[in-house]
């Protein structure tokens, strides 16, 4: 008998699509990286020229000077409270409103569904005035439901849930209503536990969104103990002048949080990327 061959080895350790991801990984990192390096610096070695992108010394002036100098940790806490709202606000309606258009029939289902993801093509600066005039008739300028309240649902939102239920047997559902579920008991029971990835994908995204959002609560509140982290750090921007070492201290303070979560979330962020993928 011949010896099997065998198989051909590889030359390198690892996957060669590595050799192109590296450096492509690389030019996103490095402003991430160089954003840490500067909170770090002192004004002079920021302003100096040529620019130096090491710090000299270590200096943790920038730090000092902004949770002294300003509300951090308020804006930080009003950012939390929002994005809490605004991600509680996603699973609950989105998951709801998707499930209804997914299995419910009821008239006007399909253009309803269109009228809503039409809405994703209207340019958001359209709807600010708007916006504005009907949150000043309600009285919620200047509070924190301000800067939440438009987040509680989303047309993509509504959409990524749906697609997702479209993706689950109607089998499960069928097997629910013979041993007596009703419609609710059956989304509660069966397909909400079923919907896990899907909804830590829209919690994400909501994260993403809500956590980062600068013009709307730019317009919508004017009182700096509502302010959220975005809003607040324009504070160290000037007409003539930045302070550069506190927006870059401040930055890492608003930039950290997000990155922890991501790294802590992401198996639940590709399984759903992997089921939203097949759909009915």
């Known amino acids: 008998m011949s010896a099997v061959r065998p198989g051909r080895r590889r030359l390198l350790p690892f996957s060669p699509w590595h050799l192109l991801l590296?450096?492509?990984?690389?030019?996103?990192?490095?402003?991430?990286?160089?954003?840490?390096?500067?909170?770090?610096?002192?004004?002079?070695?920021?302003?100096?020229f040529p620019p130096r992108l090491i710090?000299?010394?270590?200096?943790?002036?920038?730090?000092?000077?902004?949770?002294?100098?300003?509300?951090?940790?308020?804006?930080?806490?009003?950012?939390?409270?929002?994005s809490t709202a605004s991600i509680a606000g996603h699973m609950i309606l989105c998951s709801l409103a998707g499930y209804g258009f997914a299995r419910l029939r009821f008239a006007g289902r399909t253009p309803a569904f269109f009228a809503i993801i039409a809405t994703v093509m209207v340019p958001i600066q359209l709807l600010m005035i708007p916006t504005f005039l009907m949150f000043s008739r309600l009285g919620i300028t200047d509070t924190l439901a301000a800067a939440f309240v438009p987040w509680l649902a989303s047309a993509f939102g509504i959409f990524l849930m749906r697609q997702f239920f479209?993706?689950?047997?109607?089998?499960?559902?069928?097997?629910a209503k013979l041993d007596g579920c009703g419609p609710f008991r059956t989304f509660y029971s069966i397909v909400l536990p079923l919907a896990k990835p899907a909804l830590a994908t829209l919690a994400i995204f909501t994260l993403l969104g809500s956590w980062n959002d600068l013009v709307w609560p730019l317009i919508a509140i004017s009182d700096d103990r509502f302010y959220t982290l975005q809003v607040g750090l324009t504070t160290f921007q000037g007409t003539r002048r930045t302070q550069f070492e506190q927006l870059m201290a401040g930055n890492v303070v608003a930039t950290m949080p997000l990155i922890i979560g991501f790294v802590l979330a992401q198996r639940w962020f590709v399984a759903s990327m992997a089921f939203t993928g097949v759909t009915r």
């Open 166 to 175: 479209l993706s689950l047997p109607k089998e499960l559902e069928e097997a």
């Open 22 to 48: 590296m450096p492509l990984s690389l030019v996103f990192v490095f402003p991430l990286v160089q954003m840490v390096l500067t909170s770090f610096m002192t004004s002079a070695d920021i302003n100096r």
């Open 55 to 82: 710090p000299a010394t270590l200096s943790l002036d920038g730090y000092r000077e902004l949770f002294a100098q300003s509300n951090i940790l308020q804006w930080l806490l009003n950012t939390v409270i929002v």
